[in-house]
């Protein structure tokens, strides 16, 4: 017998071997009708693979990640089943479930996948689904596995089994398909039953722009259509509110491949915005005693190997610049935190001088690949609003509490109330792609861990997605329509002050070494402003939009007294601008709501006799006449209440 431990902390017997299907069994027939997955002492099993020693389980539905994870990992075994009987002689790459559905990469080989023939392969995955196919897994010898992938052509495969520890490699077939795979899986493919094809895009095998691009099949499936129409209703909504389509409408940002792909220039709304945002976060660092620093956009190749990005990310950066000096090399910036490192040791420091604390709104670079690229949200220059504190050992919690104040302060401002948080730890297993010693890792850990249990903050624990140089905890907010998006962070590093050889004299006249915490609550600020723009669709909270009021005459012939409002509203702080075009004000109206103005003024000839404006509210129409200096007054008073909740 083995003993099974539950999240609340029950313990119940079971016979070695005993499945999480059969646990599940034992508690409710309705229980096994909706368990998807489940969790042994953290990692997620299929449903049907033995438990061989006393664990803690939890069971895993819908509502759950890793119950979707499990759902959509089997869909993309169906895909590829489906595109099998479809397309003899098909190759795969790898075929993942993501934040929303999954894809599968494959070699069609002379064949060419359209959109076109999304709906047949949709028809065929649905047949499949119907036969209810078991998933069998089976542990495989390497030599094994590359002999029946070699013997299938699986060139692909071939090249992930060379790759893999022998004894640690499984298979899991369904029907007539075979695939290499850890899983986990559902039981079988009968919870499948609505299915979407959504795009056809290529990608390079395994990432690189030198091995050859495959087709990439995005799909996502449901348990009952009915999620399945409430879902593409949501991504009718998403493109209404795309970042890059709102953009250009509201001209904010630009982008030109005349200058370079995934280099966005700001437009001056755009530049406006952003501005008033960094003015925002400057106002609340400020109170958290922050001072601000600036650094160059380059910096020394060595700058960057002894702080480690340089062998973890040299891959992903542009190319070096090579001066006239010979040996001499300089990259286009791709981390703040090195550069600040080198701000600390400019000055020597003591245990009273901590703790520091400098920010940065710091452009950096990265040479994300092309297919990669995604509006604002996925560029190769951006700039985080980069802030790292020095502090010691006995700070590092009272310091990430304060961070976390600023993160929240921060959210609450852009009405980003639904977030969670993910604490990011070292993976159990592999610890050779993590710089530092374990006993800092554990005190790291454990300092973040008991932070969130301090603010009450429930975090989900996610290991194996740490940064390489300690761990970090990560904000997710959904947006207005549900999406989850990574935002603010925040990072506890000892490893960087040890590279750098960071000092600071304590209290016993012994040198000892500062602790470093990262913190960007934006994130960066193009990813922030894109994700804003979804959230609000472009109706931005008033203190923040670029354009606060339009000012509409009826006629050519009050334009003069439109200019005369505006002059009024830009003296009292009020931005505002005067749609002067020879169009009918209905017209005016409506092309104004479509940029999103919160305010619209409408002027004729009794409004400029009486020295009034006829008030018009984004979304709540009119709002009556009244003179400009009273509306002033009003708007002033709105956005001061706003400025001041934070």
């Known amino acids: 017998m083995i003993k099974i431990t539950f999240p609340d902390g029950s313990v119940r017997e079971y016979n070695e071997g005993v499945t999480g299907l059969q646990i599940a069994e034992s508690i409710s027939a309705r229980l096994a009708q909706d368990v998807l ?25 819908w509502e759950d990640e890793e119950g979707k994870h499990a759902f959509w990992h089997t869909s993309a075994h169906l895909l590829a089943e489906a595109l ?38 949709e028809a065929k995955m649905a047949e499949l689904a119907a036969k209810k196919e078991a998933l069998v897994r089976r542990d495989i010898a390497k030599a094994d596995a590359l002999k029946m992938f070699g013997e299938r052509g699986e060139t692909y495969k071939c090249e992930l089994i060379s790759e893999l520890e022998d004894g640690h490699i499984t298979t899991y077939t369904q029907g007539a398909f075979t695939d290499l795979c850890r899983g986990p899986h559902l039981t079988s493919t009968a919870p499948i039953k609505a299915i979407k094809l959504l795009s ?57 491949d005349v200058v370079g792909k995934g280099l966005p220039m700001w437009l001056p709304k755009g530049t406006a915005l952003r501005i008033r945002l960094q003015e925002f976060l400057r106002r609340i660092q400020s109170r958290y005693d922050y001072q601000e620093v600036m650094c160059p956009p380059i910096g020394n190749k060595l700058l960057y190997v002894t702080s480690g990005h340089y062998a973890k990310y040299g891959k992903d950066s542009f190319q070096p610049i090579h001066t006239p000096e010979e040996g001499e090399e300089y990259f286009l910036k791709p981390m703040n935190c090195p550069h600040h490192c080198m701000i600390y040791k400019n000055t020597p420091h003591s245990y009273k001088d901590l703790p520091l604390r400098i920010a940065e709104f710091g452009t950096v670079c990265r040479y994300e690949q092309s297919g990669e690229l995604h509006g604002l949200t996925r560029v190769r220059s951006f700039t985080q609003d980069d802030a790292h504190i ?9 310091e990430f509490l304060r961070v976390m104040d600023i993160i929240s302060i921060v959210f609450k401002s852009m009405n980003f109330e639904n977030f969670e948080a993910q604490i990011s730890l070292r993976d159990k297993e592999n610890r050779e792609k993590y710089i530092g010693s374990d006993e800092n890792w554990e005190k790291a850990e454990q300092a973040i861990v008991e932070a969130c249990q301090e603010k009450g903050l429930p975090a989900k624990i996610e290991y194996g997605e740490a940064a390489f140089y300690g761990p970090k905890l990560d904000f997710m907010v959904k947006d207005a329509i549900g999406r989850r998006w990574q935002l603010g962070t925040i990072q506890v590093d000892y490893n960087l002050p040890e590279r750098f050889q960071l000092e600071y004299m304590g209290s016993d006249n012994q040198k000892h070494r500062p602790v470093m915490i990262h913190r960007a609550p934006f994130g960066s600020m193009e990813r922030f402003v894109a994700v804003l723009i979804e959230h609000t669709a472009g109706k931005f909270p008033l203190w923040l939009t670029p354009d606060q009021v339009a000012i509409l005459p009826i006629s050519e012939k009050f334009n003069d007294y439109a200019e005369q409002v505006k002059a009024y509203l830009k003296q009292h702080d009020i931005r505002a601008l005067v749609d002067d075009r020879n169009e009918k004000i209905g017209r005016k109206i409506r092309d104004n709501e479509m940029k999103r103005i919160p305010y619209m003024l409408i002027v004729g000839e009794k409004e400029m006799e009486n020295g009034e404006v006829s008030v018009r509210k984004q979304g709540e129409g009119d709002k009556g006449t009244m003179k400009y200096e009273e509306f002033a007054k009003i708007l002033n008073e709105e956005v001061q209440d706003m400025v001041n909740k934070y």
């Open 390 to 398: 020095f502090c010691r050992p006995d700070q590092v919690k009272d």
């Open 37 to 61: 997955a489940c969790g042994v002492n953290g990692e997620t099993y299929d449903l049907s693979r033995p438990i061989n020693h006393d664990a803690t389980i939890v069971l895993y539905k």
């Open 200 to 256: 056809v895009a290529g990608a390079y095998w395994r990432g690189h722009e030198d091995r050859k691009q495959l087709t990439r099949i995005y799909g996502i499936t449901f348990p009952k259509k009915k999620m399945l129409d409430e879902y593409l209703a949501m991504l009718e909504e998403a493109k209404k509110r795309d970042h890059r389509k709102l953009g250009k409408e509201m001209e904010l940002f630009m982008f030109s």
């Open 84 to 121: 099998q009987e479809l397309y003899p002689g098909i190759q795969f790459g790898i075929g993942p479930a993501i934040e929303n559905g999954f894809y599968y990469d494959v070699d069609p080989g002379e064949a060419v996948i359209k959109e076109s023939d999304l709906p047949a392969i």
